[in-house]
């Protein structure tokens, strides 16, 4: 088996180097090839991976290439992990709509929208090069905003599922503080990409006992303070929302927040440079204890079981991944791309059925899912007047006035990205 990723040269992939080594017997990678246009970066954490595997006993070859074409020749699966811009168009997304009173976040609102339209093109370029490689391959997207390349490639004919680490981890969080194994926590996870919440936590499987009121209980404090979010607040809504809920739910305050310290982007940035430095020792053959900081907890866990049962090797299994609606959700179009839990094998991804959604989440799913849908076709075929549809859509702009100052720091600050422009 060849495993193929685009953006290897990420100080994640540590993390995902660790997953495939710890679980080779799931999914027993021959070849893994880290594709990447830093070269120096690329050598470090090439290196680091090599180190790794050699430690963990793991047989597979790890080879680095800048060429994409090279990269992914004959893969059997291919993920994307890239970030168009790095941390420096990240740090303007995360900076530039504050000046307009609005969220900055790379994968929410503004933000979210710009890193939307510098990355669809470059992202169904490389799925355009893997189909030509090889056309049975699937695409697993870890790039950002998920949903919105995952529905980019899924409408291009391509065979692709997005992943996220937000369900893994409130997994692992939920099994933890009820003292059981990941694999006997089944979640209610319903929504898009960064937009989801639990609606119940279940033990033993979808038909469970759900034990999400004793969760409330008995761990409220930590599961709210986990969120940002006041303990009554959670109490009251009786679901876990993901912690990007807290962007629509307290925008004001976090806008206030933002604009009070430095940018995530410059904090990831001051990491990345320390981690590249370890990354770098040849005595460093395990993934250093700050790249949890990083971000991405269990994404190579995500990853390893979503590859495998795409592959065959760990026949069909239940996961939460971003895929096409198909009437899941009745409200949204089957085209819509949400994130569920859904049945996976070599077919691809089929979403389970979901609980009845109250109007409190339905009605937000679908502004957004119209968001969506306006921004992507902003990236897929340019233009001002879509890239302010697309904010006037969101709501957490939905006022003339923000949009068309928006529309134009937005395109100011991602001209040498945007070819239209």
Known sequence: MKLAVVGGGSTYTPELIDGFARLQDTLPVEELVLVDPAADRLELVGGLARRIFAKQGHPGRIVTTSDVDAGVADADAVLLQLRVGGQAARNQDETWP??????????????GLAKALRTVPVVLDIAERVRRANPDAWIIDFTNPVGIVTRALLQAGHKAVGLCNVAIGFQRKFAALLDVTPGEVHLDHVGLNHLTWELGVRLGGPHGENVLPKLLAEHGDTIAD?????????????????YYLRYFYAHDEVVRELGSKPSRAAEVAAMEKELLAMYGDPALDEKPALLAKRGGAFYSEAAVDLASSLLGSGGSAVQVVNTYNKGTLPFLPDDAVIEVQARVDGTGATPLAVPELDPLYAGLISHVTAY???ALQAALRGGRDRVFKALLAHPLTGQFEYAEALTDKLIAHNREHLAWA
Do not use: F, N, W, Y
């Open 98 to 111: 504050l000046e307009c009173g609005c969220i900055g976040q790379e994968t929410t609102g503004a933000g």
């Open 226 to 242: 986990d969120l940002h979010m006041p303990r009554a607040i959670v109490d009251r809504l009786g679901v876990v929302p993901s």
């Open 372 to 374: 969506e849908d306006l």
